[in-house]
């Protein structure tokens, strides 16, 4: 049945779903009305419903004790209970479909076998890799980092840090050596875990290498654990380095899952704000696996016998609940993708969705803009009628990229889930439900169960009714982060200092006469790079730690593909030229020390920067020029030297 688009009340076309997807879905719009209600009318009773979709080993009493009072900050959820992840994961589905493929595995190179693996072989895996960090020593509570490609040893590892109350910290295998340092010796990690290499696109990264450079800024405490993925030559440090399959000979199969309280950490993830370094986000570990599963649920359609693939990589929070712990809770079958969208070719995604039968698949707007530069002919290609629900995570969907996804992937008849959420909210906040949400391009639409968004104007006053401002959440879901590692101050005064009561989203939005959300992007000094968030601030430094250069500021711009480029204006130090030669060092410089997603796309030489008279940089301007928009700079009256902005205007880079 095609979808019919119809009129929404601010006339943007509106798509009903089908009746056939309505009938079949976990919720149509009657059931969705009637749980939010009582999601937000008694959060207690709803959640201490929805916490029994998990097995505990000691029930909760307590369901929710959460407060957003900025002199109080404190958010607990089941916190009586005790549980664990991995056996939840895993060890209660043996019973029912332990012959049922958990994870299938699609290697980066398409002539290499695919891998179907149980859960029964899942349980196997996981039991012994949590063997091999517990006789490396890693014990409850302490931290492991993890830097691996895509394939299933990076799900192993999670759930084995899981299994015995260990603390992942996932570095995305992109990252810089420099990076991975930091976040080792953020979290004081016991142990690391890479593979020799990295297959991705066709290209090899040097993971081990990586952390050889890495390892050198650390403590020589840190052990280093290495799976292989390839084979190929790597250099041994004797007495630091572990080889994971000599270690797996040797210890014993079975691995019995330690009990963990609902509050204790279940992961950190680093993720970049407007000021600093990366902060270090906890979640923990009950109430995040209930709301992750849920979501998982409800927000797919999630079925028995559907085989659900998220393109997203486990180095972001979409791999985390939205490819292991959301699914597998589920006892989905979850499919791993080590390669990249145009490897070999663009038609590589819609390849794997014809081979395993893909019935949901989720992806990020910029790899769709990217495949829909490559023609159609690439989609139609291959048999894609598996396919019952899309996804688009990460940063906007334009209206364009959201009507190529639906007509040529969708074929007309598949709902697109627009899911927006963040690494600190853990799990989805706002998208539509497949059978109960009728959709509009663009919008992510409508609150998921228990979640209250707010528009805020900037005095921190709620806005009613259609309206647009700041994103602000009034009171907790279960999946919330707790606090940022190492720094509870910080995890207050970023989220709950400039407007009181309320979780601060960082994103501005507009509420439309449906009451349907369109996030309209950050609000912060934050950028949207591909779907992946940078603060300009690590830039910035990133450039001054430069010899050459003096100062610099970095803004984002529009781009085609990736959502919003890099830009960056540059003052360079007394004497030195500026050339195209010094251009591209410095580009292969914030490589080298942050990682390829965060190479500049735009380098303007700024013999000045346009700053107040307190010496504050007016990013206001830099953003105008940027964008191109340099007849709408506002009021430029407030510079010390207002003369600087012509010459950036002037010398404006072809961007
Ligand atoms: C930021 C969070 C959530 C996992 C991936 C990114 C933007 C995310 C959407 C969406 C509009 C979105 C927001 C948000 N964002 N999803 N569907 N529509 N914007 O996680 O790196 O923590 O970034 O991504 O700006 O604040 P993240």
């Given at each position: 049945?095609?979808?019919?688009?119809?009129?929404?009340?601010?006339?943007?076309?509106?798509?009903?779903?089908?009746?056939?997807?309505?009938?079949?879905?976990?919720?149509?719009?009657?059931?969705?009305?009637?749980?939010?209600?009582?999601?937000?009318?008694?959060?207690?009773?709803?959640?201490?419903?929805?916490?029994?979709?998990?097995?505990?080993?000691?029930?909760?009493?307590?369901?929710?004790?959460?407060?957003?009072?900025?002199?109080?900050?404190?958010?607990?959820?089941?916190?009586?209970?005790?549980?664990?992840?991995?056996?939840?994961?895993?060890?209660?589905?043996?019973?029912?479909?332990?012959?049922?493929?958990?994870?299938?595995?699609?290697?980066?190179?398409?002539?290499?076998?695919?891998?179907?693996?149980?859960?029964?072989?899942?349980?196997?895996?996981?039991?012994?890799?949590?063997?091999?960090?517990?006789?490396?020593?890693?014990?409850?509570?302490?931290?492991?980092?993890?830097?691996?490609?895509?394939?299933?040893?990076?799900?192993?590892?999670?759930?084995?840090?899981?299994?015995?109350?260990?603390?992942?910290?996932?570095?995305?295998?992109?990252?810089?050596?420099?990076?991975?340092?930091?976040?080792?010796?953020?979290?004081?990690?016991?142990?690391?875990?890479?593979?020799?290499?990295?297959?991705?696109?066709?290209?090899?990264?040097?993971?081990?290498?990586?952390?050889?450079?890495?390892?050198?800024?650390?403590?020589?405490?840190?052990?280093?654990?290495?799976?292989?993925?390839?084979?190929?030559?790597?250099?041994?440090?004797?007495?630091?380095?572990?080889?994971?399959?000599?270690?797996?000979?040797?210890?014993?199969?079975?691995?019995?899952?330690?009990?963990?309280?609902?509050?204790?950490?279940?992961?950190?993830?680093?993720?970049s704000g407007s000021t600093?370094?990366?902060?270090?986000?906890?979640?923990?570990?009950?109430?995040?696996?209930?709301?992750?599963?849920?979501?998982?649920?409800?927000?797919?359609?999630?079925?028995?016998?559907?085989?659900?693939?998220?393109?997203?990589?486990?180095?972001?929070?979409?791999?985390?609940?939205?490819?292991?712990?959301?699914?597998?809770?589920?006892?989905?079958?979850?499919?791993?993708?080590?390669?990249?969208?145009?490897?070999?070719?663009?038609?590589?995604?819609?390849?794997?969705?014809?081979?395993?039968?893909?019935?949901?698949?989720?992806?990020?707007?910029?790899?769709?803009?990217?495949?829909?530069?490559?023609?159609?002919?690439?989609?139609?290609?291959?048999?894609?009628?598996?396919?019952?629900?899309?996804?688009?995570?990460?940063?906007?969907?334009?209206?364009?990229?959201?009507?190529?996804?639906?007509?040529?992937?969708?074929?007309?008849?598949?709902?697109?889930?627009?899911?927006?959420?963040q690494?600190?909210?853990?799990?989805?906040?706002?998208?539509?439900?497949?059978?109960?949400?009728?959709?509009?391009?663009?919008?992510?639409?409508?609150?998921?169960?228990?979640?209250?968004?707010?528009?805020?104007?900037?005095?921190?006053?709620?806005?009613?009714?259609?309206?647009?401002?700041v994103l602000?959440?009034?009171?907790?879901?279960?999946?919330?982060?707790?606090?940022?590692?190492?720094?509870?101050?910080?995890?207050?005064?970023t989220y709950?200092?400039m407007?009181?009561?309320?979780?601060f989203s960082g994103d501005g939005?507009?509420?439309?006469?449906?009451?349907?959300?369109?996030?309209?992007g950050r609000v912060d000094d934050v950028i949207n790079?591909?779907?992946?968030r940078m603060g300009t601030a690590?830039?910035?430094?990133?450039?001054?730690?430069?010899?050459?250069?003096?100062?610099?500021?970095?803004v984002g711009?529009?781009?085609?593909?990736?959502?919003?480029?890099?830009?960056?204006?540059?003052?360079?130090?007394?004497?030195?030229?500026?050339?195209?030669?010094?251009?591209?060092?410095?580009?292969?410089?914030?490589?080298?020390?942050?990682?390829?997603?965060?190479?500049?796309?735009?380098?303007?030489?700024?013999?000045?920067?346009?700053?107040?008279?307190?010496?504050?940089?007016?990013r206001?301007?830099?953003r105008?020029?940027?964008?191109?928009?340099?007849?709408?700079?506002?009021?430029?009256?407030?510079?010390?030297?207002?003369?600087?902005?012509?010459?950036?205007?002037?010398?404006?880079?072809?961007?």
């Open positions: 049945m095609t979808i019919q688009p119809t009129g929404g009340a601010d006339s943007a076309p509106l798509y009903a779903p089908s009746s056939e997807i309505a009938e079949n879905a976990h919720a149509d719009a009657a059931r969705y009305e009637e749980l939010y209600q009582k999601s937000v009318s008694d959060p207690e009773g709803f959640w201490a419903e929805e916490g029994k979709r998990l097995d505990w080993i000691k029930p909760f009493t307590k369901v929710k004790n959460t407060s957003f009072d900025y002199d109080n900050v404190s958010i607990k959820w089941f916190e009586d209970g005790t549980l664990n992840v991995a056996a939840n994961c895993i060890d209660r589905h043996l019973a029912t479909r332990g012959d049922q493929t958990a994870i299938i595995f699609e290697p980066d190179n398409p002539d290499e076998a695919a891998q179907h693996i149980t859960y029964k072989q899942l349980h196997k895996e996981v039991q012994v890799f949590a063997n091999v960090l517990k006789d490396m020593g890693v014990d409850k509570g302490d931290r492991v980092v993890i830097y691996l490609p895509m394939i299933p040893a990076a799900a192993y590892a999670m759930l084995a840090c899981a299994r015995i109350g260990a603390i992942h910290s996932i570095v995305f295998a992109g990252f810089s050596p420099d990076a991975l340092a930091d976040r080792v010796n953020g979290c004081d990690a016991k142990v690391v875990i890479c593979s020799d290499y990295a297959p991705r696109g066709g290209r090899n990264t040097p993971l081990k290498s990586n952390c050889d450079k890495a390892l050198l800024r650390c403590s020589d405490k840190v052990k280093l654990l290495v799976v292989e993925r390839t084979g190929a030559q790597i250099d041994w440090v004797e007495g630091r380095d572990y080889k994971y399959e000599d270690m797996a000979a040797g210890v014993a199969p079975d691995c019995a899952p330690t009990e963990v309280n609902a509050e204790d950490p279940l992961f950190i993830l680093y993720t600093g370094k990366p902060k270090g986000v906890v979640h923990c570990s009950g109430g995040y696996l209930a709301y992750a599963a849920m979501t998982h649920q409800y927000v797919f359609d999630y079925q028995d016998g559907d085989i659900y693939w998220c393109t997203a990589d486990v180095g972001w929070v979409t791999g985390h609940s939205y490819i292991v712990y959301g699914p597998l809770a589920n006892g989905a079958t979850t499919v791993m993708f080590e390669g990249v969208p145009t490897y070999p070719d663009a038609g590589r995604f819609w390849a794997v969705c014809e081979k395993h039968k893909v019935t949901q698949f989720y992806t990020a707007p910029t790899a769709i803009r990217a495949l829909m530069g490559k023609g159609p002919e690439w989609v139609e290609k291959y048999d894609l009628s598996s396919l019952r629900i899309l996804g688009s995570v990460g940063e906007p969907i334009n209206p364009e990229a959201w009507n190529w996804y639906n007509e040529n992937v969708g074929k007309g008849s598949c709902p697109i889930v627009d899911t927006w959420w690494t600190e909210t853990g799990g989805i906040l706002i998208a539509p439900l497949p059978g109960a949400t009728p959709t509009k391009p663009g919008s992510a639409t409508k609150p998921f169960f228990g979640v209250q968004p707010v528009i805020l104007d900037d005095k921190g006053n709620e806005l009613s009714g259609a309206t647009e401002g602000a959440i009034k009171d907790s879901w279960p999946g919330q982060m707790r606090t940022v590692w190492g720094d509870h101050d910080r995890f207050v005064s709950f200092e407007f009181k009561g309320y979780y939005c507009r509420r439309d006469a449906d009451g349907y959300y369109w996030i309209t790079v591909s779907g992946h690590e830039v910035e430094s990133a450039l001054v730690a430069h010899e050459t250069v003096s100062e610099a500021a970095v711009y529009p781009h085609d593909i990736k959502g919003q480029g890099i830009y960056c204006y540059v003052t360079l130090m007394d004497g030195v030229e500026a050339t195209d030669e010094l251009r591209a060092q410095l580009q292969a410089w914030v490589r080298q020390e942050i990682g390829p997603i965060a190479k500049p796309d735009v380098i303007q030489w700024a013999p000045g920067l346009p700053k107040t008279r307190s010496g504050k940089i007016m206001r301007i830099l105008k020029i940027a964008e191109n928009e340099t007849d709408s700079l506002g009021d430029t009256s407030t510079l010390a030297d207002p003369s600087v902005v012509d010459d950036l205007i002037a010398n404006r880079a072809n961007a």
